[in-house]
């Protein structure tokens, strides 16, 4: 089937580090994806990992992708204000199609 | 280089009528996708063009329909319009339909009155 989902809301200090966690279901999945959403805006890609990688790291950014337990999760180090949005974790296949999670809220309060 | 282009920003629309909205892709870029977000359904994939031809439709009505020009740009249209249609509508582009760097535009938020 076709189910990935978030937890919907986490606070965090400024200053602290963030933990997004997904989990998806179908084991088939190619390529799994982050992306940001601020008020009133589209979607940015924040970063994506290949399905036989278990870890990304970009700036701030860590990916670790258990595909085991068909977990995905996005570590921000450092968190600040402007961090604060809608972060959506996405998988694909070849096909053309994201799939997306329901969207975690991240608050950072200073 | 410009991103992906959809126009309107927004637009409101009777129940009954009928909508065309246009995204233009990033230059290179042969996909295009759609996407409908509400606050109770979430992101739902609507379809995805490559070179043209339409290569994988979500589960909406028929009243949803699409098309891709051969310059890539890419026009989606909803015919008698529900209240129900009232939604964000994303367009995303990427070079091939190999799923990597979907870049997103800035919505047509579509309200339905």
């Known amino acids: 089937g076709e189910d990935v989902e978030q937890s919907l809301f986490l606070s965090v200090r400024e200053g602290d580090s963030s933990v997004i966690n997904c989990t998806y279901t179908?084991?088939?999945?190619?390529?799994l994806y982050w992306y940001k959403q601020e008020p009133g805006a589209g979607l940015q890609l924040l970063t994506y990992?290949?399905?036989?990688?278990d870890m990304k790291q970009d700036q701030r950014l860590t990916v670790l992708l258990n595909k085991k337990d068909k977990h995905l999760s996005l570590r921000i180090a450092d968190t600040q204000t402007g961090d604060s949005a809608i972060y959506f974790c996405?998988?694909?296949?070849?096909?053309?199609?994201?799939?997306f999670g329901q969207g975690t809220t991240l608050q950072v309060k200073p | 280089k410009a991103g992906v282009t959809q126009t309107p920003r927004y637009l409101i629309k009777t129940r009954g009528q009928q909508v065309t909205l246009s995204c233009s892709p990033i230059?290179?870029?042969?996909?295009v996708s759609w996407y409908q977000q509400t606050p109770g359904q979430g992101l739902q994939f609507l379809f995805e063009?490559?070179?043209?031809?339409?290569?994988n439709k979500g589960n909406f009505p028929g009243r949803f329909s699409g098309r891709q020009f051969s310059n890539s740009r890419s026009e989606m249209n909803v015919s008698t319009l529900e209240l129900g249609d009232s939604a964000l509508y994303l367009c995303?582009?990427?070079?091939?339909?190999?799923?990597?760097?979907?870049?997103f535009g800035s919505g047509t938020r579509l309200t339905v009155v």
């Open positions: 995303a582009s990427s070079l091939t339909t190999e799923n990597y760097g979907y870049t």
């Open positions: 990992i290949f399905s036989n990688m």
């Open positions: 996405a998988e694909s296949r070849f096909t053309g199609k994201l799939i």
């Open positions: 230059s290179g870029h042969r996909s």
């Open positions: 063009y490559f070179s043209e031809t339409q290569r």
């Open positions: 179908d084991s088939s999945s190619t390529y």
